[in-house]
């Protein structure tokens, strides 16, 4: 299976992005599949931003992102968005999408429950 993540760019404070993630075979809607989103800024650990389950009906956010970001996704498309609105320069990372078989249950903030990972996406945000 491979994930396309999509959609990074360079914006100012304020603006917003869609990010997507397409995979490539419709997968990960059992129930506890999970599929997510990571980031990764220069010098600092991957961290988890949000995640949705295998149906939609149930998501999870960071803190810092709550409020903010909206993950959905269409399984009829094999897709994952995050919609991030009132970006901020703290929000710059590289973003990775995941996709894990059992990652709901198993614990979605984990990257280490993960098995399958997109390429990245940089998103810059600009003061």
Same mark, same amino acid.
């Given at each position: 299976v491979q994930l396309? &993540?999509? *959609? *990074?760019g360079s914006v100012q404070v304020g603006d917003s992005l869609r990010l997507s993630c397409a995979a490539s075979? =419709?997968?990960f809607e059992n129930f506890g599949a999970g599929r *997510?989103?990571? =980031?990764? &800024?220069?010098g600092t650990e991957r961290e988890f931003v949000a995640a949705i389950?295998?149906? *939609?009906?149930?998501?999870? %956010? &960071?803190d810092s992102v709550k409020g903010r970001f909206t993950i959905s996704r269409d399984n009829n498309k094999r897709t994952i968005y995050l919609q991030m609105n009132s970006l901020n320069p703290q929000d710059t990372a590289v973003y990775y999408c995941a996709a894990g078989s059992s990652a709901w249950y198993r614990g979605i903030v984990h990257?280490?429950?993960?098995? %399958?990972?997109g390429q990245g996406t940089q998103v810059t945000v600009s003061s």
């Open positions: 396309q &993540a999509s *959609g *990074g075979e =419709r997968t *997510g989103w990571f =980031r990764q &800024a220069p389950n295998w149906n *939609g009906g149930s998501t999870h %956010y &960071a990257s280490t429950f993960y098995d %399958y990972w």
